[in-house]
């Protein structure tokens, strides 16, 4: 048993930075996380670019300090150092990816692919047309207000919406008597995006 935990140690040892940049990934996106093996893969994948990187950060540090001036030695510590600040710049790099779609929008217009950076349609759709929706919920009611969150997915999550209100089927406008409204995705059947901005309600 002994021997297993001398195996195991030096090896999440490694594999720490990588785990540090999934968590940060995971932790601000609304992507869900995948299983265990999934977590484990991408954690090997971030370990292998992390320490490819500080090993590069290393022979440069090593190519100055030779050089140039010497603010210290090159030893475990300051690659741990160096692996643990790559590893959250990595993740928050990782995460800018996801967010914004910029380069998942370059490679469309290239041809290279169909999808988009975001977690599902759902979300992408909310993500990319920032304008004033209309919720039909099951009860028949209708609510118009501006989304300031939405859910990740369609079956779990609440919407936030600001200045709603009801849309009665004459087409008038009643407000609701608060300026945000919490609404329960599971309460919706389909949503409306509406050509109205913000400023209109």
Same mark, same amino acid.
């Given at each position: 048993?002994?021997?297993?935990v001398k195996?195991?140690?030096?090896?999440?040892?490694?594999?720490?930075?990588g785990?540090? +940049?999934?968590?940060?990934?995971?932790?601000l996106?609304?992507f869900r996380?995948?299983?265990?093996f999934?977590?484990?893969?991408?954690?090997?994948?971030?370990?292998?670019?992390?320490?490819?990187?500080?090993?590069?950060?290393?022979?440069v540090?090593?190519?100055?300090?030779?050089?140039?001036? +010497?603010?210290?030695?090159?030893?475990g510590?300051?690659?741990?150092?160096?692996?643990?600040?790559?590893?959250?710049?990595?993740?928050?790099?990782a995460?800018?990816?996801?967010?914004?779609d910029?380069?998942?929008?370059w490679?469309?217009?290239?041809?290279?692919?169909?999808? +988009? +950076?975001?977690?599902?349609?759902?979300?992408?759709?909310?993500?990319?047309?920032?304008?004033?929706?209309?919720?039909?919920?099951?009860?028949?009611?209708?609510?118009?207000?501006?989304?300031v969150?939405?859910p990740?997915?369609?079956?779990?999550g609440?919407?936030?919406?600001?200045?709603?209100?009801?849309?009665?089927?004459?087409?008038?406008?009643?407000?609701?008597?608060?300026?945000?409204?919490?609404?329960?995705?599971?309460?919706?059947?389909w949503v409306?995006?509406?050509?109205?901005?913000?400023?209109s309600?």
């Amino acid at each position: 048993m002994d021997d297993l935990v001398k195996e195991v140690i030096p090896l999440l040892q490694y594999l720490i930075p990588g785990f540090v +940049s999934t968590w940060v990934f995971y932790t601000l996106t609304a992507f869900r996380r995948p299983d265990t093996f999934g977590q484990i893969v991408q954690a090997l994948i971030f370990t292998f670019v992390i320490h490819g990187v500080v090993m590069g950060i290393g022979a440069v540090c090593r190519w100055v300090g030779v050089w140039g001036f +010497s603010v210290g030695k090159w030893d475990g510590g300051a690659q741990a150092f160096w692996a643990f600040a790559v590893s959250l710049v990595l993740g928050l790099f990782a995460c800018c990816l996801a967010t914004n779609d910029r380069l998942h929008g370059w490679l469309r217009s290239r041809n290279v692919t169909k999808q +988009s +950076s975001y977690p599902s349609e759902w979300f992408s759709a909310f993500a990319q047309y920032d304008r004033v929706l209309t919720l039909h919920l099951t009860d028949e009611r209708r609510v118009l207000g501006w989304p300031v969150e939405w859910p990740p997915e369609s079956t779990r999550g609440q919407f936030l919406m600001k200045y709603p209100r009801w849309l009665r089927d004459d087409g008038k406008l009643e407000p609701v008597g608060a300026e945000f409204l919490l609404i329960d995705s599971a309460k919706v059947k389909w949503v409306e995006f509406n050509p109205v901005s913000e400023g209109s309600l």
